[in-house]
Each structure stands twice: as structure tokens, then as C-alpha cells.
């Protein structure tokens, strides 16, 4: 079993409506979770992070954390086609971040 | 301007050939990381540090050592690289306290 797992998409949504981007992990004391943005040919860069169980929201993203189900999830309310990208989740453990192998969103005009 | 820069951009390597990636930050970070990310994938932690003079092994350590004299700069070098190495390689750091990374722009590496 891989240490972080996402579903492997493709994604696909209709201009406006909400993207919902799905993350398990296997290390029970992993305390830091976050999502990075990754455009075609460029590196990643950081759009949401959260430590505590519930959610947290930025403008049209929300994260939600359930460490009790290991599961960590992105939500992109009024999703735009500037939002077609990968998107990484992230988890890190003593001190190391492990990355999932991202999802691809495509979001249609 | 603040943040992180990877030299070179892109190159290209004989097979056998020795090679250093270099990696520097002015945000004074104490954690530095070098991922690899191979085409489709997600990014594979190579090696890391936390602090200046320490360093660790990530998932995929073998063929490559780091050197972390100074906060700033992070190295990685091939000792002698073979085609499987063929890869975009993303220098990051952090703030150990929180643990967000910020990424360098990447050297896209191909050993043929």
C-alpha cells in the first residue's frame, strides 16, 4: 500500500460547478497535510494546508481533514478552467512530506 | 526577489558522467528536500536535511549524495548517472516548524 493514494483521475468538470479531490494516507501519526497546484511543465506551489480535523477554507478552495478515516479531501467551489492542473496531496511525518501521485482536473468551459 | 533557484534549468548527460544539481534559498529555511518527478508521477523524496550539517534518505536515495554545509545551499550530485536518472528534479525547502514546502523551478535531466 503507498504511503499517500489519490485517485488518479482524469477529473473532468463543467465551468462553475465544485471539483472534489480525494486523499487516504497510511501513517496514522502524520500531523501535517497539505495540497499543492502543479501546472504542465512547472513545479508545484502550495494552495492549502491544514493540522486539525474539520475544515478550512480560502476563497473558493476548502480543505477537510478525518484523521480518524485517514482521509484528507480539496473541494473547488465555482471551478474555473484556470483551475485544470495536478493536484498533489501531501503528508508529512518526521519531518518528511510524501507525495501521491496527484490528480489531474480538467475543468470545461 | 526571495525563494529558490535550481541550476541549471535542463542538461544533458552521457552516461557515466558525474553531476551536480544545485539548489539555493534565501528565505532561511532549515529544511531543504530534493524530489525527483518522472513523467505522470507524483514527486519521490531523493534526500533531505532538516537543519544545516545533517542529512537523510529518502524513498529513492541510491546514486545520489547531498551535502548541506550552509542553510542556503542544498547540492545534489550523481556520482555516475546512468539512464534511469532521466528525470525533472525539484529542490524545496521549508519552515520545519509548519512544514509547507516552496519549490525551485526544477532541472529537467536527461542521461543518455
Known amino acids: 500500500q503507498k504511503e499517500v493514494e489519490q485517485n488518479s483521475g482524469p477529473l473532468s468538470v463543467p465551468e462553475g460547478a465544485i471539483a472534489s479531490l480525494n486523499c487516504t494516507y497510511s501513517?496514522?501519526?502524520?500531523?501535517?497535510f497539505f495540497w499543492y497546484r502543479q501546472y504542465s511543465g512547472k513545479s508545484p506551489e502550495l494552495i492549502m494546508s491544514?493540522?486539525?480535523?474539520g475544515d478550512k477554507e480560502d476563497g473558493r478552495f476548502t480543505a477537510q481533514l478525518n484523521k480518524a478515516s485517514q482521509y484528507v479531501s480539496l473541494l473547488i467551489r465555482d471551478s474555473q478552467p484556470s483551475d485544470s492542473a495536478t493536484y498533489l496531496c501531501?503528508?508529512?511525518?518526521?519531518?518528511?512530506?510524501?507525495f501521491g501521485d496527484g490528480t489531474t482536473l480538467t475543468v470545461k468551459p | 526577489i526571495a525563494g529558490i533557484t535550481q541550476a541549471p534549468t535542463s542538461q544533458i548527460l552521457a552516461a557515466g558522467r558525474r553531476m551536480t544539481l544545485r539548489c539555493t534559498q534565501d528565505m532561511r529555511h532549515n529544511a531543504m528536500y530534493w524530489y525527483r518527478q518522472d513523467l505522470g508521477l507524483g514527486l519521490r523524496l531523493i534526500h533531505y536535511?532538516?537543519?544545516?550539517?545533517?542529512?537523510g534518505k529518502g524513498e529513492v536515495p541510491d546514486g545520489y549524495s547531498v551535502s548541506r554545509a550552509n542553510t542556503d545551499d542544498f547540492p545534489l550530485t550523481l556520482a555516475s548517472a546512468v539512464p534511469s536518472q532521466t528525470s525533472v528534479y525539484f529542490c524545496a525547502s521549508s519552515d520545519s516548524s509548519r512544514g509547507e514546502a516552496f519549490f525551485g523551478q526544477g532541472t529537467r535531466l536527461t542521461v543518455v
Open positions: 501513517d496514522r501519526v502524520s500531523q501535517s
Open positions: 491544514i493540522y486539525s480535523n
Open positions: 501531501a503528508v508529512k511525518v518526521a519531518g518528511k512530506s510524501t
Open positions: 536535511s532538516n537543519t544545516a550539517g545533517t542529512t
